[in-house]
């Protein structure tokens, strides 16, 4: 499974203004909805029923917010990278600043985690995080983020 096969162009996000993680989620479901049709409020509310579970917030100014949807017919992914990092309740109790979203079809079980675990792959990559906190366009962050070759060592890992 590749990054592209989750992510499109319009769903990258760069220079991200957030006052928290309530907003940020709030900003993310927003461009979700747009680029799946859902309603806005069932993603943002998917999304917070999750973070009730405990934080995706995973350490290292990343998090990956997720969760599962009936009336989604593909795992869909939306990134964005925050112009200020911002308290996410993470882990290591760093702020965050690198944001990928995944939403998946309630029946997508195996597909679900395996997005999840190769989306973690690329940012656990310090390489590519370096390369995306760097990035000045959505369309840089995109080449970064689907680039096989820069992710590669990544994937066998």
């Given at each position: 499974m590749n990054i592209s096969d989750l992510l499109k162009p319009a769903a990258?996000?760069?220079?991200?203004?957030?006052?928290?993680?309530?907003?940020?989620?709030?900003?993310?479901?927003?461009?979700?909805?747009q680029v799946t049709r859902l309603p806005e409020r069932k993603i943002f509310e998917t999304l917070m029923?999750?973070?009730?579970?405990?934080?995706t917030?995973?350490?290292?100014?990343?998090?990956?917010?997720?969760?599962r949807l009936a009336d989604i017919g593909a795992i869909v992914g939306v990134f964005a990278r925050l112009e200020t990092p911002?308290?996410?309740?993470?882990?290591?109790?760093?702020?965050?600043?690198?944001?990928?979203m995944l939403l998946a079809p309630e029946g997508a079980g195996a597909d679900h985690l395996k997005a999840l675990a190769r989306v973690s792959r690329?940012?656990?990559?310090?390489?590519?995080?370096?390369?995306?906190?760097?990035?000045?366009?959505?369309?840089?962050?995109y080449a970064?983020?689907?680039?096989?070759?820069?992710?590669s060592g990544a994937q066998a890992a």
């Open positions: 990258v996000m760069v220079s991200l203004k957030a006052q928290g993680k309530k907003h940020l989620l709030q900003e993310i479901a927003t461009r979700a909805a029923e999750r973070e009730r579970l405990g934080t917030g995973v350490g290292q100014g990343i998090a990956i917010p997720h969760g911002i308290d996410f309740d993470s882990v290591d109790n760093q702020p965050v600043d690198l944001v990928f690329l940012l656990r990559n310090q390489a590519a995080t370096e390369k995306l906190r760097a990035a000045k366009t959505s369309e840089a962050l970064i983020l689907t680039d096989t070759t820069s992710t």
